[in-house]
């Protein structure tokens, strides 16, 4: 009996479900799209209904309108139509359901449907202000007029804070268009945030994809997102890691690649079947679901969509549609809902008409919307209001490494996970010890150079091959560089250039140089003794300068003055020499003849002078003596006794005395001379004479300028001459401007002829080996060559070599700065990082370093020129220490063979004159008596003074 009981309960029970399912709540549903995808999810999602009876909804009329026009009016006629014919069957719709994008079709029908006062649930791309028709809605009509974004609006979210967490400066994001819409994207996505952007469609074609990955590289973008499906990021990895592209592959330290999908299987991932060679790549693909209410609903999605549309983005559809017709159940159960619309039809409607919105219920189809979405399969929305409505799914961060050709990743590591929403600083999770850096993209900036000591210099045994090595080249500006980098945290890679870059000046004046490389994107940077040209800057964009103002300068050989130790003797002529020789012989000769002669000399009058203190008997060697120790301070000592000879001595003082002074002022004025004999001390000078050759190099800055103020003179000269050959001026008007001289120099012009002239060098090696060659009086520069160029060129040459010198004050002076592209947002980095290293004094270290403490600085070892030293030099007063050391030589020689003749003389000869018979007037002083023997060992040398001679004869002395 109680079985019987039990079964006929189960089977009222069944009995009712059977019928509440059957007499379900109908709802009738406006259903607009603009696609097959979504009418195909809309239907999966009544088809959810037929299979779970359960939930009490009975699907009623459902009106479709395909909105997939681009005409506005066309549009609008035709849903006005529809909408009326609708509004007056007996299915009048009880919700529409909006599945249409964006743009036309999405606007047309949200200005109806708002007008009609429609309860709506739309999946329109969009943030919050990107829907302009449901802008200004007031407070009732956001609770039936609903906007939740898509997975793949919100997806997109992610590049922000991927692009906040790697502090990214540039940036693309590449798109599927037929899944992803960007046009509200364009400004607001990187908003506020310092990330140079692009937004664009991704080719299909390789060729075409190939061309679009080129030109993004060359607009220097270095971070490339891909929004699409597996296969077309695989093509577009396959694209940038081709072998063939110019200038790839496009991955490495200089590249990051990330990709994003919406596909739900984790065996649709991104593959390397195509690659050329080895890729890293950081995708992000549906975090697996966690949320167990929503599973009913997920494997009946499951079993329903095909593969393709096992996504995101058809779950989000079909849980939307769901999500809407249970709320109008809901709404329908708690209120008894009755339908009852405006009288008005949408081809007559007037906006003045529908001043109080359509709210006869006061519906909260809001709330309704949010409880019916606590089973979603992707997860509960998360709802605040429109532009703010969106699906809460997460997404994980796969960092994925390919070898070429590899249809699986050999790497596959989780690095964190991105949950949907709108603040970017908070979306990312990492997990633990993991994070992006290893998959950052380095900042490289490609440097073009010129090779200009002390600035740039490549490094000994270092190749031009070899330039590629950052450590290739050194100097000013790389120690510059090198302070900018490690405060704006940079790489950068570095090659030289021929030349810094001047406009060609036949037509279509193209650009050279580093300037070219710049205009053409071929760099980032032009480093260097760059001078800011008017010109240039027309083309490229000039930090602030880092060095000061640098004009032209004259470089030539120092003058090499003769040197000679002898050079006292060149103060007078051979001629003088032997004059004066000559004068002294004979003046001596003379002298001895008058002493000789003159009957009041000493040596003819010796007992007169006996008593006298000076005994001077001047035979030839004597006047020898005396009239050279005449022309020295020491003077000649005792002057001859006899008058005569003292008027030839007193001619030979007055002689000596002229001769000594004119040879000293002679010898001073000489020595002066020499000095200051420095025919060319500036550009002035150079112009005014013909001997000294000069010339700029050919096409650089120097060669320019005098290019230039010969045209201007030219220029000035035209302009005077047809002032004055106007036939339509005064007479009056015409003697104003009528001169004998010409009014405008033309020393410009004669410098420019006078330089064709010469040859000017093409090279500054060739340049400066010619001004190096000068002493040897070459052919082509017998006298010298002047190499006009930048002062800092010139002032290195002074610095590593003694045989220059720097002639003349600088002109033409213009500063040095750092070069970039047209518009780049380097100029405003460097030249606040280059001010900010001139108030730190470093680009004062930087020219201690580089011009003074360089060890290739010889500035201090270089003999000093004759008119910097601070008297004559060794080299030109030398002879005189020759002259000392040779009396001394002559002396010693001397006193040897003075002792030699002492101690070998004739000993014979002495003693015959001892035994002369003595004159009578020494008495008995010696015998006549010869000894019996003389011995030689009792030879006595003694002198015995002879007795006082008694008588003496005597001469008359009338002096």
């Avoid at 590591?413 to 998959?439: M, R, V």
């Avoid at 030699?900 to 008995?924: C, D, H, I, Q, T």
Wanted: aromatic share 12%; glycine share 4%; net charge negative.
């Amino acid at each position: 009996m109680e079985r019987e009981v039990i079964v006929g309960i189960l089977l009222a029970l069944v009995s009712f479900f059977i019928v509440e399912g059957q007499d379900g709540t109908k709802v009738n549903i406006l259903f607009i799209h603009q696609d097959p995808e979504g009418e195909r999810l809309f239907n999966i999602s009544l088809k959810f209904f037929d299979v779970n009876r359960n939930y009490g909804v009975t699907i009623g009329k459902v009106h479709r309108f395909n909105a997939n026009l681009t005409d506005s009016l066309k549009l609008t006629s035709e849903f006005c139509t529809m909408f009326d014919k609708v509004m007056g069957s007996d299915n009048k719709p009880d919700i529409a359901i909006d599945f249409t994008r964006i743009g036309i079709p999405s606007e047309g029908v949200k200005v109806v449907l708002r007008a009609m006062g429609i309860p709506t649930i739309s999946a329109t791309f969009g943030q919050e202000g990107d829907i302009r028709e449901w802008r200004d809605l007031n407070a009732a009509e956001m609770k039936y007029l609903i906007q939740v974004s898509p997975p793949a609006d919100i997806l997109i979210q992610s590049v922000r804070s991927i692009a906040d967490a790697q502090k990214m400066t540039s940036a693309v994001l590449m798109f599927n268009g037929q899944k992803y819409e960007m046009y509200h994207k364009y400004k607001s996505l990187l908003q506020n945030m310092p990330t140079r952007h692009l937004l664009t469609r991704t080719e299909f074609a390789k060729d075409k994809l190939i061309k679009q990955i080129i030109r993004l590289v060359h607009v220097d973008i270095v971070n490339f997102f891909i929004a699409a499906e597996v296969d077309q990021i695989s093509d577009v990895l396959a694209a940038a890691s081709s072998g063939t592209v110019p200038g790839g592959p496009y991955f490495g330290d200089k590249f990051a690649w990330y990709s994003m999908s919406l596909q739900i299987s984790d065996t649709k991932l991104p593959n390397c079947a195509k690659c050329d060679r080895d890729v890293s790549i950081v995708h992000l693909l549906p975090a697996k679901f966690t949320d167990t209410k929503g599973s009913a609903r997920r494997t009946f999605m499951l079993q329903e969509l095909s593969e393709t549309d096992q996504t995101l983005t058809g779950m989000f559809y079909i849980d939307l549609a769901l999500d809407a017709i249970i709320a109008i159940r809901d709404l329908k159960k708690s209120s008894g809902w009755k339908v009852d619309f405006q009288s008005h039809t949408c081809l007559n409607y007037r906006k003045e008409d529908n001043s109080k919105p359509y709210d006869p219920l006061n519906l909260d189809l809001m709330g309704a919307f949010r409880k019916a979405g606590e089973e979603n399969g992707i997860g509960p929305f998360k709802l605040e209001r429109n532009g703010k409505n969106y699906p809460n799914f997460k997404m994980e961060l796969h960092r994925m490494l390919f070898n070429k050709q590899q249809m699986q990743p050999y790497s596959k590591d989780k690095i964190g996970t991105w949950k949907a929403g709108f603040d970017e600083a908070s979306l990312i999770t990492f997990e633990p010890n993991k994070n992006l850096i290893s998959h950052l993209s380095h900042t490289i900036f490609r440097v073009v150079t010129v090779v200009h000591p002390p600035f740039i210099m490549r490094k000994p045994n270092c190749t031009k091959e070899m330039e590629h090595l950052r450590n290739c080249f050194e100097g000013y500006c790389i120690d510059l560089l090198n302070k900018i980098q490690l405060e704006l945290n940079f790489n950068y890679t570095i090659r030289s250039s021929e030349d810094y870059g001047y406009m060609n000046d036949t037509e279509p004046h193209e650009w050279n140089g580093m300037v070219k490389e710049l205009k053409d994107r071929k760099a980032d940077i032009a480093l260097g003794a760059m001078s800011v040209m008017a010109e240039r800057e027309s083309v490229v964009d000039f930090t602030v300068p880092y060095y000061d103002l640098v004009g032209i300068s004259i470089l030539m050989e120092k003058p090499v003055l003769p040197t000679s130790l002898f050079k006292f003797l060149t103060v007078l002529e051979n001629d003088v020499w032997m004059c004066i020789l000559g004068a002294y012989f004979f003046t001596s000769f003379l002298m001895w003849v008058f002493d000789r002669w003159s009957p009041y000399s000493y040596q003819n009058n010796r007992e007169k002078y006996e008593d006298d203190e000076e005994k001077r008997e001047f035979n030839l060697k004597e006047c020898l003596w005396f009239c050279m120790t005449s022309l020295t301070p020491q003077g000649g000592g005792e002057s001859p006794k006899n008058l005569s000879g003292r008027f030839v001595a007193a001619t030979w003082w007055l002689f000596g005395f002229i001769i000594i002074a004119s040879y000293t002022a002679n010898l001073a004025a000489f020595l002066t001379v020499s000095r200051l004999d420095a025919p060319i001390e500036s550009l002035e000078d150079l112009s005014k004479q013909y001997k000294v050759q000069y010339a700029p190099m050919e096409n650089s800055s120097a060669w320019i300028y005098f290019d230039r103020m010969r045209r201007i003179e030219t220029r000035f000269y035209d302009i005077w001459r047809n002032m004055i050959l106007n036939d339509t001026m005064k007479d009056f008007e015409r003697s104003q401007l009528s001169v004998w001289d010409y009014p405008v120099s033309d020393k410009y012009t004669k410098m420019w002829e006078a330089m064709n002239a010469n040859i000017p060098p093409n090279n500054s090696y060739y340049a400066v080996q010619r001004v190096r060659r000068t002493k040897n009086a070459t052919d082509k520069d017998p006298d010298g060559f002047a190499f006009l160029d930048e002062a800092t060129n010139v002032r290195w040459q002074t610095t590593i070599s003694c045989d220059f010198d720097q002639k003349g004050e600088e002109f033409s002076r213009k500063p040095y700065a750092i070069a970039v592209q047209k518009g780049s947002p380097l100029k405003e980095s460097f030249s606040h990082m280059i001010l900010k290293l001139l108030n730190q004094r470093f680009l004062e270290q930087l020219k201690e370093t580089w011009w003074v403490d360089t060890p290739l600085n010889v500035k201090n070892n270089c003999p000093k020129d004759d008119n910097q030293s601070d008297g004559i030099s060794i080299h030109n007063i030398g002879g005189v220490f020759i002259v000392i050391f040779v009396g001394i030589v002559m002396a010693c020689f001397t006193l040897i063979f003075e002792y030699w003749w002492y101690r070998k003389r004739n000993v014979s000869e002495e003693l015959a004159e001892m035994a002369l018979p003595p004159p009578n007037e020494f008495g008995a002083t010696f015998t006549a008596s010869t000894p019996p023997s003389i011995e030689k060992t009792n030879f006595n040398t003694q002198y015995d003074k002879p007795p006082e001679r008694t008588t003496l004869p005597s001469i008359e002395n009338s002096w």
